[in-house]
């Protein structure tokens, strides 16, 4: 999972990818961060991470209003919230690729 951080935001730009915008305080969060780790593991696709605190303004952009979200902007943009197991996640992802 790769951090992006305020200074690096212009790596997301027009490329197909998956995002989590999480909260450092929030258990959800660390609980849905820890079964993307092992998605990434699983399935070798890799995910980038945003810290809502840190990116309030990208957030707000992206009209995120809770954490844990899933940002899936592959073929169409799609948006999950909430705690997900893995089969969900990979079930999502297999079909919507």
């Keep these: 999972m ?8 212009f790596l997301l ?6 995002i989590l915008f999480y909260s450092k305080y929030n258990n959800s969060c ?5 079964t993307i780790l092992k998605i990434e593991k699983k399935i070798k696709i890799l995910f980038f991470s945003i ?7 990208y957030c707000i ?5 809770q954490t844990p979200t899933i940002i899936f902007d592959l073929k169409k943009k ?3 919230t909430g705690i997900k ?9 297999l079909f919507k690729r």
């Design 13 to 18: 730009k027009k490329k197909k990818k998956i």
């Design 78 to 80: 799609t948006i999950i």
């Design 51 to 57: 810290n809502i605190d840190k990116n309030l303004l």
């Design 2 to 9: 790769i951090e992006i951080k305020k200074q690096n935001l």
């Design 85 to 93: 197991n893995i089969n969900e996640i990979l079930s999502f992802l």
């Design 30 to 34: 660390k609980i849905i961060k820890n």
């Design 61 to 65: 952009k992206n009209n995120i209003k």
